[in-house]
């Protein structure tokens, strides 16, 4: 028996081909894996008759974790978001969506290490929203204490046990003085637990100002679901964009690994797209599954084909196809672990 | 230019039909079981946005003291029926707050929960 189940969800326009790239250079890494392929989005209405058909959900309840590529979500109209639904289902609170500089990729700054803990299941995503007349219609914003406490508790958690230093949280509580004023207190009670770590807070609009004049200052920075939506993007931005932006999302019994973006189907079957967001996402789910050595290995060697430049992707000024960037990091794992 | 006037000139009446109601809740005991009200009928149960009831719930999930349920017609209604569900609902359950649910046109004026 493997050592490791995983749920593989490939999801749709470019997914399959980045997964398909990812798997690859995983299986590369030696980690014992028996990857369980399960189906989302848009095919499966046909298919099934629903976007997460209950396949993919008992998977993923068996397995506990899961490595998802995006999805595709109509804007305005149509059916509801699978990920969002993946995400209300397993009740997987806490979305991680680390920005850090590649060293090798073009950016106007020289050091970014921030960790983003953004609250993935209330707020204005909870999906409560009425034409209250034929000309006005209201999302009811909802921000809960325990599920404000939750999110501060387990950012305060994660920055202990990975040596960070400062927790701030990011709000509009001089204007949303009830829903962002008890994500605030929650915060403020939770950090009482950890005395070693600085804390803060910071409002959202000048934390996007401060983030693109001195992004060094951030370290560990709490957010509503809508706020770190958004800030997790600009934070994408300013690490090369959203081809390095992986993402976490974590419950406290499972955990689904996907990169911050979308399914790009205008790229789909031309296998030009970079993989490396579902790749680092890969390597932070090796990490969750204390796959230390391997997940390193990964790391180090898609670094040096950045860094080596001859096999990398259109948005990183090169030509390689998907699967060639992929090969080329298994060819260097190769090297590097003196095989 | 007056671009309130403007805007007001671009508004679209629209014809309205009521066809059921969010109730919001608030109780100790769980998730609710209802019966039927009249021409009300549940049609889901949700909890901070996620449905909890019919389907799947993960025994991870978090759930506060505050119930969305709603409720659908299962024929034509008036506001009438409204008062009177609400006279009939409060008896056994304390709610917060409800919205009506209209159909703008023939389309949802309301969002499904996840």
Same mark, same amino acid.
């Not at chain 1, 014992?32 to 099934?48: A, F, P, V």
């Not at chain 1, 030009?272 to 390597?283: D, Q, Y």
């Given at each position: 028996m493997a050592k490791h189940i995983i749920t593989m969800i490939p999801g749709e326009g470019t997914g399959p081909e980045i997964c398909e790239a990812v798997r690859m250079v995983i299986d @590369?890494?030696?980690?014992?894996? !028996? +990857?369980?392929?399960?189906d989302i989005g848009l095919d499966?209405?046909? !298919?099934? =008759?629903?976007?997460? $058909?209950?396949?993919?959900i008992q998977s993923i309840a068996k397995n506990k974790v899961a490595l998802k590529g995006p999805t595709t979500t109509p804007v305005g109209t149509g059916h509801k978001s699978a990920n969002v639904t993946l995400r209300k289902v397993f009740d997987l609170y806490a979305n991680v969506r680390p920005a850090k500089l590649i060293p090798v990729v073009k950016r106007p700054w020289d050091h970014i290490d921030i960790l983003n803990f953004r609250e993935n299941t209330e707020d204005c995503y909870a999906a409560i929203e009425h034409m209250v007349s034929d000309e006005v219609a209201q999302c009811l914003k909802v921000i809960t204490w $325990?599920?404000?406490?939750?999110? &501060?508790?387990? &950012?305060?958690? +994660? &920055?202990?046990t990975h040596g960070r230093k400062k927790v701030f949280c990011v709000h509009k509580a001089n204007i949303m003085k009830m829903t962002d004023g008890l994500f605030m207190d929650a915060f403020k009670e939770a950090a009482k637990k950890y005395p070693d770590i600085e804390t803060g807070d910071v409002i959202v609009d000048n934390c996007c100002m401060q983030l693109v004049r001195n992004p060094a200052q951030f370290d560990c920075l709490v957010l509503p679901n809508l706020y770190g939506d958004i800030l997790t993007d600009l934070c994408a931005g300013l690490v090369g964009g959203l081809g390095f932006a992986p993402g @976490?999302?974590? =419950?406290?019994?499972? @955990?689904?690994?996907e990169a911050v973006h979308g399914s790009a189907p205008k790229y789909a079957g031309l296998k030009k797209v970079n993989p490396s967001a579902v790749l680092i996402s890969g390597i932070m789910m090796l990490r969750w599954l204390k796959e230390e050595q391997a997940a390193n290995l990964i790391e180090k060697s898609m670094f040096a084909v950045l860094d080596e430049k001859k096999h990398v992707t259109y948005d990183v000024g090169g030509t390689a196809k998907t699967d060639e960037y992929a090969q080329a990091i298994v060819d260097k794992m190769g090297v590097m672990a003196g095989k | 230019m007056n671009f309130t006037a403007e805007a007001i000139k671009t508004r679209k009446k629209k014809d309205t039909k009521l066809v059921g109601v969010d109730v919001? %809740? %608030?109780?100790?005991?769980? %998730?609710?079981? #209802?019966?039927? #009200?009249?021409? #009300?009928?549940?049609?889901?149960?949700?909890?901070?946005?996620?449905?909890?009831?019919?389907?799947?719930?993960s025994p991870? *999930? *978090?759930?506060?003291?505050?119930?969305?349920?709603? #409720?659908?017609?299962?024929?034509? %209604?008036?506001?009438?029926d409204v008062t009177t569900f609400l006279e009939q609902f409060g008896q056994k359950w304390w709610w917060s707050a409800v919205q009506k649910l209209w159909t703008y046109d023939g389309e949802a004026g309301y969002s499904k929960a996840y």
């Amino acid at each position: 028996m493997a050592k490791h189940i995983i749920t593989m969800i490939p999801g749709e326009g470019t997914g399959p081909e980045i997964c398909e790239a990812v798997r690859m250079v995983i299986d @590369a890494s030696g980690v014992d894996i !028996k +990857w369980e392929y399960e189906d989302i989005g848009l095919d499966c209405l046909d !298919k099934h =008759g629903t976007l997460l $058909p209950d396949k993919t959900i008992q998977s993923i309840a068996k397995n506990k974790v899961a490595l998802k590529g995006p999805t595709t979500t109509p804007v305005g109209t149509g059916h509801k978001s699978a990920n969002v639904t993946l995400r209300k289902v397993f009740d997987l609170y806490a979305n991680v969506r680390p920005a850090k500089l590649i060293p090798v990729v073009k950016r106007p700054w020289d050091h970014i290490d921030i960790l983003n803990f953004r609250e993935n299941t209330e707020d204005c995503y909870a999906a409560i929203e009425h034409m209250v007349s034929d000309e006005v219609a209201q999302c009811l914003k909802v921000i809960t204490w $325990p599920g404000s406490y939750r999110i &501060a508790d387990f &950012a305060f958690q +994660w &920055a202990k046990t990975h040596g960070r230093k400062k927790v701030f949280c990011v709000h509009k509580a001089n204007i949303m003085k009830m829903t962002d004023g008890l994500f605030m207190d929650a915060f403020k009670e939770a950090a009482k637990k950890y005395p070693d770590i600085e804390t803060g807070d910071v409002i959202v609009d000048n934390c996007c100002m401060q983030l693109v004049r001195n992004p060094a200052q951030f370290d560990c920075l709490v957010l509503p679901n809508l706020y770190g939506d958004i800030l997790t993007d600009l934070c994408a931005g300013l690490v090369g964009g959203l081809g390095f932006a992986p993402g @976490a999302n974590v =419950g406290d019994n499972c @955990a689904i690994f996907e990169a911050v973006h979308g399914s790009a189907p205008k790229y789909a079957g031309l296998k030009k797209v970079n993989p490396s967001a579902v790749l680092i996402s890969g390597i932070m789910m090796l990490r969750w599954l204390k796959e230390e050595q391997a997940a390193n290995l990964i790391e180090k060697s898609m670094f040096a084909v950045l860094d080596e430049k001859k096999h990398v992707t259109y948005d990183v000024g090169g030509t390689a196809k998907t699967d060639e960037y992929a090969q080329a990091i298994v060819d260097k794992m190769g090297v590097m672990a003196g095989k | 230019m007056n671009f309130t006037a403007e805007a007001i000139k671009t508004r679209k009446k629209k014809d309205t039909k009521l066809v059921g109601v969010d109730v919001y %809740i %608030i109780t100790e005991e769980g %998730i609710p079981q #209802f019966k039927e #009200f009249g021409p #009300f009928k549940c049609e889901f149960i949700s909890n901070r946005g996620t449905k909890v009831w019919p389907g799947y719930v993960s025994p991870d *999930l *978090l759930m506060v003291n505050w119930y969305r349920c709603r #409720f659908m017609a299962t024929k034509d %209604i008036q506001d009438a029926d409204v008062t009177t569900f609400l006279e009939q609902f409060g008896q056994k359950w304390w709610w917060s707050a409800v919205q009506k649910l209209w159909t703008y046109d023939g389309e949802a004026g309301y969002s499904k929960a996840y």
